[in-house]
């Protein structure tokens, strides 16, 4: 999310407030604090009780369409040009991804690259693909990039991360990595 795909994290809190969350609210705090964000995304607690655990905060009986509906707003989908990058670059180089993700966004977002471009997965446009929710790590723990270093007989000095978000590319940096922060209104296509 905000490399390869576009997303908008402001939609979903805002649509939050339809499940009784939002300002004005106690949940949104508890939210902000709650240790269940950090376990579904590290796979620690399934999608049943990530969702049961946001009924419980906002003190609403949402169903689960809805909830995911709401929860997969945050995706607005694959630039076509951000595909066709990864598949240039793969011919020349070893591509991996690092998401932190969960299981209704990837479901969402392989929906989308089987609907719009005949992939059947994210898989398919890298070497290996590592996932929060399934490697139990996410960014920017240090021990989730240590993790693919070793993993990938990839040297840090010869791998460069690519990221949106501050935090991913300090820990990468400290780690040896070269690094390229995608600033918003920056695309993968301007460097590549």
């Not at 909830?67 to 595909?83: V, Y």
């Not at 990938?152 to 040896?176: M, R």
Request: some cysteine; hydrophobic content about 40%.
């Amino acid at each position: 999310g905000g490399v390869i795909l576009d997303i908008d994290i402001k939609t979903v809190f805002d649509k939050f407030i339809q499940l009784g969350i939002g300002p004005g609210h106690d949940g949104i705090h508890l939210i902000q604090n709650n240790r269940v964000f950090k376990e579904y995304e590290t796979g620690v607690t399934s999608t049943t009780e990530f969702r049961n655990e946001l009924r419980k905060i906002s003190k609403n009986e949402f169903k689960d369409p809805q909830f995911d509906e709401i929860w997969n707003s945050i995706i607005i989908g694959f630039p076509a040009e951000n595909i066709e990058v990864l598949k240039r670059i793969k011919l020349r180089y070893r591509t991996f991804l690092m998401s932190n993700t969960n299981e209704l966004h990837y479901l969402f977002y392989t929906e989308i690259l089987r609907r719009n471009f005949a992939c059947e997965s994210i898989d398919e446009l890298f070497e290996k693909t590592s996932y929060s929710d399934t490697s139990h790590m996410r960014k920017p723990e240090a021990q989730f990039f240590e993790l693919i270093l070793k993993e990938n007989s990839l040297i840090a000095e010869q791998t460069l991360f690519i990221d949106d978000f501050a935090e991913n590319i300090e820990t990468a940096a400290k780690l040896g990595l070269k690094t390229l922060h995608l600033k918003e209104g920056t695309k993968l296509i301007d460097y590549f």
